[in-house]
């Protein structure tokens, strides 16, 4: 018997020990008594029965033990017909929803605009390498900022929209031309009709309540850098003098955050080794009052200074996975708490997520930077890997092409047989193409909690998901 929950299904785990889940999540084949894990589907096992996530568009139902011992089997002898059979009588059975072909090339509908390459702050780990991307500093000229934002409007049709980003280094260096561009962009959609986004990822030690004015007037999501509290954060981020930058930065963001009401003021936090305390970090920043608060970890710096060692992803998803029991138990009280990573990854498995790409890097999102080079994102700038064009000739389309067959999730080993991949979508092209795969266990773990915490909130909690929350029947086995 099988019944479907949510986007289509749901479950509730018994909840492993972290670490013993973390080591067992392989790839394919790899089985526990909680778990197990096939090409295209992925068992585990909860308090409401057995949860069965079928790869291809991340549809989860609950199903009982027989049929988990059938699918179990099957996939251990290598009978993938067997397989397909068993999907078509549940029901569960579509057409891929995910295939090698690509649909064309996407246009430009996001720049993220490298308006200044240079940068007031040392971080440890910076992969702008300081700011200036391992070149000379320099600043974005006006009339460049107004070629890139013509060349993202170009062929874009009245009621579509475009997104504009400013990112540096540290954009505010270069205040006068991100205050222009914004206006002319702003101005350029209102004329053709297009809807537009604005965001901005900054240190937050230049920000003054002038700026935030600014934002708030065009509705400007704000990333804030912080890396931790107090001393945390400034072991990693300090001033070039080595001076500590938190209580500075602090400082100049409480305007923002009592002013935010059309903008969004976040904070992202990179971890390291050395500012693994996630916990209580996610507390303060919400304390503080921003509108969500995220953690990335440092998988490839230009040094390898700070960075992740393999040894440490056990570290961060117990910690990660602390931060999802808060966000659950706020959750249940009917409290608010704003933890990004659990949010987004519970959205896309309530929509049924099935991307091939781990991003829009090279497809419709495209980095520009200083002198007007378009790469393939923001990490890309001045770096021959990912060069995609130029403002005044556009993106070249070959070198496009080749991008997204290249980086396809099906051209990507091991990915290409991993329950997670079209959740994942293989990882962050720069950090692959840079340093390989050394996260892939931390990123199933991850996604194990998820699904976990998934079922367990749309059982008893189907409002946070709208509309499309709560659970439904689903075809018995036949």
Not at 195 to 206: D, E, R, V, W, Y
Not at 225 to 242: I, T, W
Not at 248 to 264: S, Y
Request: aromatic share 8%.
């Amino acid at each position: 018997m099988s019944e479907g929950i949510g986007n289509e299904g749901i479950i509730l785990s018994n909840t492993p020990d972290h670490l013993s889940r973390y080591n067992a999540l392989g790839s394919n084949g790899n089985y526990r008594d909680d778990f197990f894990s096939d090409q295209d589907f992925y068992l585990f096992r909860t308090k409401l029965g057995i949860g069965l996530v079928l790869v291809d568009g991340t549809r989860v139902h609950l199903i009982d033990e027989a049929l988990a011992s059938q699918l179990e089997c099957a996939s251990t002898q290598g009978r993938r017909e067997d397989l397909r059979d068993i999907f078509v009588s549940l029901g569960f059975y579509l057409e891929p929803l995910v295939d090698d072909c690509l649909v064309g090339v996407p246009p430009p509908r996001a720049f993220s605009l490298a308006v200044a390459q240079k940068c007031n702050l040392g971080c440890t780990y910076c992969y702008a390498s300081g700011g200036d991307f391992g070149s000379v500093a320099k600043k974005m000229a006006y009339e460049v900022a107004v070629r890139s934002v013509d060349r993202l409007m170009d062929g874009v049709c009245p009621g579509e929209r475009v997104n504009l980003a400013f990112l540096g280094g540290e954009p505010l260096v270069n205040r006068s031309v991100l205050i222009a561009a914004t206006e002319y962009a702003a101005e350029q959609a209102i004329r053709r009709g297009i809807k537009i986004g604005f965001s901005i990822t900054t240190n937050g030690t230049l920000i003054t309540p002038d700026d935030g004015a600014f934002f708030e007037r065009h509705k400007f999501a704000v990333t804030v850098s912080l890396d931790g509290v107090g001393s945390d954060h400034d072991l990693l981020r300090p001033f070039k003098s080595g001076r500590g930058s938190f209580d500075h930065i602090v400082a100049r963001l409480q305007p923002l955050l009592e002013m935010q009401r059309g903008m969004q003021v976040s904070a992202r936090v990179t971890v390291t080794p050395r500012n693994l305390n996630l916990r209580s970090t996610l507390d303060h920043l919400v304390s503080m009052g921003f509108h969500s608060v995220g953690f990335s970890p440092m998988v490839s710096s230009p040094t390898g200074r700070d960075q992740m060692a393999v040894s440490d992803f056990a570290t961060l998803l117990d910690q990660m996975i602390a931060c999802g029991t808060e966000f659950e138990h706020r959750i249940t009280n009917g409290q608010h708490y704003p933890f990004s990573n659990i949010v987004s990854a519970l959205s896309e498995i309530h929509r049924g997520t099935h991307r091939p790409y781990s991003c829009g890097a090279g497809g419709a999102y495209f980095g520009v930077s200083a002198e007007g080079g378009i790469s393939a994102c923001h990490r890309f700038v001045e770096s021959e890997t990912g060069q995609m064009g130029h403002i005044d000739t556009g993106v070249d389309v070959a070198k496009q092409s080749k991008w997204l067959a290249d980086r396809h999730v099906h051209h990507q080993t091991p990915c290409n047989q991993c329950w997670a991949r079209y959740m994942c979508g293989g990882g962050c092209h720069h950090e692959v193409i840079h340093r390989g795969r050394v996260g892939c266990d931390y990123i199933r773990g991850w996604l194990h909690y998820a699904l976990e915490t998934y079922v367990r909130l749309i059982a008893t909690h189907p409002e946070y998901f709208g509309p499309r929350g709560g659970l439904f029947n689903a075809a018995p086995v036949v």
